[in-house]
């Protein structure tokens, strides 16, 4: 069993359009996030959902919009994709956070590489 | 703010030698420090992790680092390096102080490992 699956895992694109990216977790977790990861390998957070919460949100254009229907799921919508979009997209999940559980490990998922023509 | 700096973009290492993948950071207060690994078209993996105690900590597939507070480091390790270890590692730093701090990435290090 798949602990965090994302789907797809491929997505090519045109400039313009408007696309999502799914995730859910089966290890139940209350923490979920998206990640970007560029070109050059580098890996930077956008959201952090906790019990579909809003903890974390970084600046990152109002196009992306996260939505946590249930703390198991946690799906990344973007609108109006634009070339530098392209990135391989990560989801992760972990136990709350806060205080010594700030140490929780996060678990990723395989990631969905978006290439935006 | 917090930061991770992986010095290294790539370290080369003959099979049987010893690895080291350096990392540093700066965080406020003590710092929670992670290894992380991803293979070609994978996502990261968990390692290791340094809390608290021991400063020496180790982690799966014989890896082990070392907290050194002075130095703000916690260099990843392995006495003897396999061909299979060659990938991604991701040094990582969380500050222990708040809840809402982040986990901050560090650039990666590919490590490549030769026969």
């Known amino acids: 069993d798949t602990a965090v699956s994302q789907t797809p895992k491929y997505l090519v694109t045109q400039m313009g359009n408007d696309k999502s990216i799914k995730c859910e977790q089966n290890l139940g977790h209350d923490t979920m996030y998206w990640y970007k990861q560029d070109s050059k390998k580098f890996l930077k957070i956008m959201f952090s959902?906790?019990?579909?919460?809003?903890?974390i949100n970084e600046t990152v254009p109002n196009r992306f919009s996260p939505k946590s229907p249930d703390k198991a799921h946690l799906n990344l919508h973007i609108n109006s994709l634009e070339l530098g979009d392209s990135a391989v997209y990560f989801c992760?999940?972990?136990?709350?956070?806060?205080?010594?559980?700030?140490?929780?490990?996060?678990?990723f998922g395989a990631g969905s590489r978006l290439t935006v023509l | 703010a917090q930061s991770v700096a992986q010095p290294e973009d790539q370290v080369n290492v003959a099979e049987g030698n010893p690895l080291t993948v350096k990392c540093t950071y700066s965080?406020?207060?003590?710092?929670?420090l992670f290894w992380y690994v991803q293979y070609p078209n994978r996502g990261l993996q968990f390692l290791l992790k340094y809390i608290t105690g021991d400063n020496l900590v180790k982690g799966s597939y014989g890896f082990e680092a070392e907290f050194n507070k002075s130095q703000t480091s916690f260099h990843l390790k392995k006495p003897s390096a396999l061909v299979s270890d060659s990938a991604l590692y991701f040094c990582a730093v969380r500050a222990s102080y708040s809840s809402a701090s982040k986990i901050i990435f560090g650039s990666g290090t590919r490590l490549s490992i030769r026969p």
């Open positions: 992760a999940s972990s136990h709350r956070t806060g205080g010594l559980s700030g140490a929780n490990v996060l678990t």
């Open positions: 965080v406020s207060g003590n710092p929670y």
């Open positions: 959902y906790n019990n579909k919460e809003l903890i």
